[in-house]
């Protein structure tokens, strides 16, 4: 799947690398989980981790063809990261 980024998400990024959220995006093992952002829109989450284990979620949405463009990446809460696990545990 292609990627890209919004300038303003990418610049929003607080603490995350650029490169850990294309490792997420690329993981092999990867929930992908629909959800509506804070203005309403609906996107896709996708709840996975880096190479080095960081559990992150990162939120895209689809464009025309088969782009999809990233919109923002965040750390798991506790609960969130809890809930993954489980889900790891069971593939």
């Given at each position: 799947m292609p990627y890209e980024?919004?300038?303003?998400?990418?610049a929003a990024l607080l603490g995350i690398e650029p490169y850990e959220v294309w490792q997420?995006?690329?993981?092999?093992?990867?929930?992908?989980?629909?959800?509506?952002s804070a203005t309403g829109v609906p996107v896709l989450t996708v709840w996975s981790r880096t190479v080095a284990g960081?559990?992150?979620?990162?939120?895209?949405y689809q464009t025309t063809g088969f782009t999809w463009?990233?919109?923002?990446?965040?750390?798991?809460t506790q609960d969130e990261l809890k809930e993954f696990s489980r889900w790891e545990e069971s593939r």
């Open positions: 980024w919004e300038d303003w998400a990418l997420a995006l690329d993981a092999r093992r990867r929930w992908p989980r629909q959800a509506v960081r559990p992150l979620i990162v939120a895209v463009k990233v919109i923002g990446a965040r750390d798991m």
